[in-house]
Structure formats: structure tokens, C-alpha cells
């Protein structure tokens, strides 16, 4: 493990993303960091952004760049605002639709990145750059998998997102950008985006619709809270090895359909009269469970908020903010 190290000024790129939003959050818990948040869309919505519920915001500002069309722009940002740590959350990262249209997941998870490290490679200002990667990369995940696993990605969203990790491992071998992965599982909690299972889960039996299971919701997941990521990526950050992957991850994983049907008992509804079963994605892999002894091991990192807390706590957030959910589109809407 290198020594430990402290950040001053870091931009977060995909602030808006749900995990980006609460590392910014967390990130304000730290003394002495400035937080430059920047995403492609402009600032969402209070109720989808923990940050925003804070007193004190005067450490916190935030840019719109689109990393596909203002490249430029953002680079020279950079240059002017001389980060010293990057965290990259910014990805077209649904799995389904990038069967669709696969040219946009590698435009922006690949092609747009690469311009991004070409450029940074140049610049003495960055000491750290934390890539957020996804263990989809590994396909089907059984057994032991750890960071040493090779890839085998089953989607081109995954395809997209390995190619990226393969890229930057040449430019750190090659020019020493200071880069670091992390790959976490089935991240969830409250201002998850609204079409993911658990959020949209407790939307629709509030509304009386039908959750559709694919598959009939056998694929087991590792759902992890994402405040328990945002603190394994701050370890990383600070305390990490350049050139190292690490996982974040719970002890095990359960099925979709166990989680569904422990949201619905919160809501008095039992998973048989709330739920359908139909037609497998393609390309869903069965398991997606991995192990993270290496990040435990190396900072006592461990996932602290048990599944039951984290589905009570979206549950809460839901109806705290019912009259501004119900508002919102619960589908997932594709962005080129």
C-alpha cells in the first residue's frame, strides 16, 4: 500500500450519477477538500442529490460539460482549475439498451476517456486519478473472483467498460498516469435512479402496478449500499496502491426476486400478487458476486449498512419525496 495521501481540490466527473452525487457528499465530510462536481446534464433536482441537503456548500461548485462534445472545454477546465485527485463516475453504464445502440456506450465509456487521459498524461497537477470501473467486465461472475480474474464481458456496456480499464492500464505502464480502479457490485439506495429495481420496485407498488421480474428474478445480485462505496473509494483514494484494482463488495449475494419480495412485505403485499416473470435480457449473466478480501484486508474496509436498513431507508426517501417522484419519468432514458 502506498502512503497515505490527502486530496485538496478534486473534480468528480459523473457528479450527477447516483454514486457520484454521494461521493461529492462524502467528500464534504473531509476537511480541507474542494469539490468540483461536473456532469453533462446540468444539476438535478434536490431530492436526487444528498449534497444539497448540507448547511454549508461553500467547498462545493459544479460545471456542465459533455465529455463527448465539449472535450476541449473540459480539458482546458482542468488546466485552469489544477485538480490534484479525479474520481470518474461519468459512463453510459445501463446494461439493455446498449445492445441498441453500442456506439454511444464506447463513445463516451472509451473513445471520449481516451482523449481525456491523452491529454492529462501531460499534467504535472494530478496525483490521482480513480477510474469507476464495473465487474460486468467479468461476465458471469461465480466462484472466487477476484481482481486478478480476466475479463470476459458479456454486453457491449461491459465490452465498453473493460476496453476502458485496458486503456488506462496502458497509459499508467506507459507515462505513469496515476491511476486506480475500483469495481463495486449492484450499488443501490435512496435517489438511485428511479427505473433501477429497488427504487422503481417501491414506486410501483405504491402506484398498484406489476413488477416485472426477468427471468423470474433468479439472477443473483451482491447489493451493496452506496454510502458503504463512496467510503471504500475515499480508502482507495487516500490510501490505495497506484496501478491496483480493488473490489467492493458484501459477503454474498441473493436473488432479485428475494429483495422484491422484501420490499413488498414492507408495504403489506406478498411477491406472488405484485410481480410477473418474463423474458430474460440478453446477454444477463446469472451472478454477479465478488470478492473484496483485498480491499478489507488493506484498509478494514467492509460493507457496514445491512440490505434491510438500506431498502428501509428507500423506502423513506420515496415517500418523503412522493410528490416530486410521481412526477418523474420511471423509465430509463437514453442520452447519445
Not at 496515476?178 to 407498488?205: D, E, W
Not at 433468479?218 to 475515499?234: L, M, Q, T, W
Not at 406472488?272 to 478494514?300: L, M, N
Request: charge should be negative; include cysteine.
Amino acid at each position: 500500500m502506498s502512503e497515505s495521501y490527502q486530496p485538496s481540490r478534486v473534480v468528480v466527473l459523473g457528479s450527477n450519477a447516483f454514486s457520484g452525487q454521494d461521493f461529492c457528499d462524502l467528500l464534504l465530510d473531509k476537511p480541507g477538500i474542494e469539490v468540483i462536481g461536473i456532469s453533462r446534464s446540468a444539476e438535478k433536482p434536490a431530492p436526487l442529490l444528498r449534497y444539497r441537503g448540507r448547511d454549508d456548500l461553500s467547498r462545493f461548485r459544479f460545471q456542465q460539460f459533455d465529455m463527448n462534445r465539449d472535450s476541449d472545454a473540459l480539458i482546458d477546465f482542468l488546466d485552469q482549475e489544477k485538480p490534484d485527485a479525479i474520481v470518474n463516475f461519468a459512463a453510459q453504464s445501463e446494461v439493455g439498451p446498449s445492445w441498441e445502440h453500442p456506439e454511444h456506450w464506447f463513445e463516451t465509456n472509451t473513445v471520449s476517456l481516451a482523449k481525456m487521459v491523452n491529454a492529462l498524461r501531460r499534467r504535472d497537477y494530478l496525483k490521482r486519478y480513480l477510474h469507476v470501473s464495473s465487474p460486468e467486465a467479468y461476465g458471469n461472475c461465480v466462484g472466487r473472483v477476484t481482481e486478478d480474474t480476466p475479463d470476459n464481458p458479456s454486453t457491449p456496456y461491459a465490452a465498453s467498460k473493460a476496453a476502458a480499464d485496458m486503456l488506462l492500464e496502458v497509459y499508467r505502464k506507459q507515462y505513469g498516469l496515476p491511476v486506480m480502479n475500483v469495481r463495486a457490485t449492484n450499488v443501490y439506495g435512496a435517489r438511485q435512479q428511479l427505473f433501477k429495481i429497488i427504487p422503481r420496485s417501491v414506486i410501483y407498488l405504491k402506484l398498484g402496478r406489476t413488477i416485472q421480474l426477468h427471468g423470474g428474478g433468479h439472477a443473483v445480485k451482491s447489493y451493496i449500499h452506496v454510502r458503504d462505496v463512496s467510503e471504500g473509494e475515499f480508502d482507495i483514494l487516500t490510501r490505495g496502491e497506484i496501478g491496483q484494482r480493488y473490489h467492493l463488495s458484501p459477503d454474498g449475494g441473493v436473488a432479485v426476486r428475494d429483495v422484491v419480495a422484501e420490499i413488498a412485505k414492507r408495504l403489506g403485499k406478498s411477491l406472488e400478487e405484485v410481480t410477473e416473470t418474463v423474458a430474460d435480457r440478453p446477454g444477463q449473466d446469472a451472478a454477479y458476486v465478488i470478492d473484496s478480501t483485498k480491499a478489507r484486508e488493506a484498509f478494514g474496509w467492509r460493507a457496514r449498512i445491512s440490505l434491510e436498513e438500506g431498502i428501509d431507508e428507500t423506502v423513506s426517501w420515496v415517500e418523503d419525496n412522493w410528490d416530486f417522484i410521481r412526477s418523474q419519468s420511471l423509465d430509463y432514458e437514453h442520452k447519445a
